[in-house]
């Protein structure tokens, strides 16, 4: 039985310091201060002994799941172990301590790592230039839509519409819509992929660009992604793969070879930088040449043997984060890239896509598969033959965590009613993925025999079932003197 942790407002109590410093033997001159902006107090600040913070915050982080606790299969999120060893590259003062307002002559170690990590994720991506400064794969998408736009503006029309497959992520509609573009959703067949004649039956002179993501949510590869490309590109139009989970294809084959114009990754994803917190994360951009004028300034190039930072460039839309993007998010992805090397980066897919289809084959006695096509990095399971007893997905992902393991993504992609989508990622060795395969078997187990057990749950944890729609929307984080916090969450 847990006990809730109180808000450390409530375990104040006035007077308590975490520390005393001894009374002051000389004059106060009181006078150099009086013009600075001091305030006397802080109005309902609590007061604590050293003992009391220490206490309350170390037994608050341990409520938390991480990924350095268990296994933590979220969909489409990546959320694999990332190697301490890139941190510790990335805290290396040099890093840490360079500002970025430096000249660019005092940084060219760190102008020739943005090169380095553009020149590399071209190459392993097959495209023809990267820009690394969107701090996030959604911003990465707008952005090249962006470029699109510039594109097609200067052809003499920026077109009206963006095809969107209806097993994409949700961020590629919001993209397309926010730069401008009427989005039409394009239905997946029977395989769970894009219909190549639906499509050449929506592609028309009006579109601007396919959105696609490749290994789809369904995590199914799109085989036909090249007659795909030759649809769109006959009618003038622009193929962009959202790669967020290159972890699917990384040193197998290349997205530039399958004749992508724009692609994003997420380094948060597949280049070793924790997620899941809010960032920082990277969402670099890589395009072919026709699009490489209209790149965010400023341009790292190499002239003279020096790095410096080329802002003319009268086609580029602009800048789209201040400075270089989060440099340290970068040097984690390239030492993760060096410390693999071409080998271990191949190695990443194979074992992402291995241990994925494991998974599936394991469980698909048990759970329901809308699309029984092999998969690459995930896998969506559904609540079907559950339902027959009155237990959903969300009944299912909240008794896991009894088992002491995170819930995979939910609801997601809409195209599976009931969708529990299942990234184990190339991270898991194979007695932790038994584990969860385990805990999921035993759970489609008690859904038959006891349900409630399963539709009560969570029993073990912090807090049970919340209401999750006022947690999100209206949650509590300030303490109200007027309205005390309900004792039962
Ligand atoms: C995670 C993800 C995104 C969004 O990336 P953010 O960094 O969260 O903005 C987009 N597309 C796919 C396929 C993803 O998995």
Not at 37 to 47: A, H, N, T
Not at 122 to 129: F, K, L, Q, R, S
Not at 409 to 426: D, H, K, N, R, Y
């Amino acid at each position: 039985m847990m006990i809730r942790e109180p808000l450390i407002f409530e375990i104040s109590e006035k007077g308590k310091r975490a520390f005393f410093l001894p009374e002051i033997d000389v004059p106060v001159k009181k006078e150099i201060l009086q013009n600075l902006p001091l305030r006397s107090g802080i109005k309902g600040f609590p007061e604590v002994s050293e003992v009391e913070i220490v206490r309350h915050f170390t037994r608050l982080s341990r409520t938390n799941y991480c990924i350095d606790e268990g296994f933590y299969p979220l969909g489409s999120c990546t959320m694999k172990y990332n190697p301490k060893i890139n941190e510790k590259v990335a805290s290396i003062l040099g890093f840490t301590a360079s500002h970025p307002c430096a000249p660019s002559d005092l940084v060219q170690g760190n102008l020739e790592i943005l090169k380095t990590a553009e020149e590399l994720l071209a190459e392993i991506t097959g495209m023809d230039a990267y820009t690394l400064q969107p701090s996030a794969g959604a911003q990465g998408e707008l952005l090249g839509m962006m470029l699109i736009r510039s594109c097609l503006e200067e052809r003499g029309n920026p077109r009206k519409i963006v095809l969107i497959p209806d097993s994409a992520h949700g961020t590629n509609p919001s993209s397309a819509h926010i730069c401008g573009y009427r989005v039409q959703e394009i239905k997946s067949n029977e395989l769970g992929t894009i219909d190549a004649d639906d499509l050449a039956q929506h592609m028309t002179e009006d579109v601007a660009a396919l959105m696609i993501t490749n290994p789809n949510t369904l995590g199914v590869f799109e085989a036909d992604i090249k007659k795909i490309a030759e649809i769109v590109h006959s009618k003038g139009g622009f193929i962009y793969m959202d790669g967020a989970n290159l972890n699917a294809l990384i040193g197998v084959c290349r997205p530039g070879d399958m004749d992508v114009d724009v692609i994003h990754l997420n380094l948060h994803k597949t280049f070793s930088t924790p997620h899941g917190g809010g960032g920082p994360g990277a969402g670099p951009v890589g395009v072919k040449r026709e699009l490489e004028p209209y790149l965010p300034v400023p341009v790292v190039v190499k002239r003279e043997n020096q790095y410096i930072f080329d802002f003319d460039r009268p086609k580029s839309i602009g800048r789209v984060h201040s400075f270089f993007g989060n440099f340290l998010v970068i040097v984690k992805a390239l030492s993760y890239i060096f410390s693999l090397g071409p080998i271990g980066l191949k190695e990443v897919a194979e074992v992402a896509v291995l241990n994925s289809n494991y998974v599936r084959k394991s469980l698909e006695d048990d759970y329901h598969l809308k699309y029984t096509t092999p998969t690459y990095h995930e896998c969506v399971f559904s609540d079907k033959f559950q339902r027959e007893f009155g237990v959903q997905n969300i009944d299912i992902a909240k008794r896991l965590i009894d088992y002491g393991i995170h819930p995979p993504t939910m609801s997601f992609p809409l195209i599976v009613q009931g969708a529990l989508m299942t990234e184990p990622t190339e991270t898991e060795s194979k007695r932790d993925i038994d584990m969860f395969i385990d805990a999921m078997k035993q759970i489609a187990k008690e859904a038959k025999e006891n349900p409630e057990v399963v539709k009560s749950a969570p029993h073990t944890s912090y807090v049970r079932r919340l209401d999750e729609t006022t947690a999100a929307r209206e949650p509590i984080l300030r303490w109200n003197e007027n309205k005390k916090i309900e004792e039962e969450v």
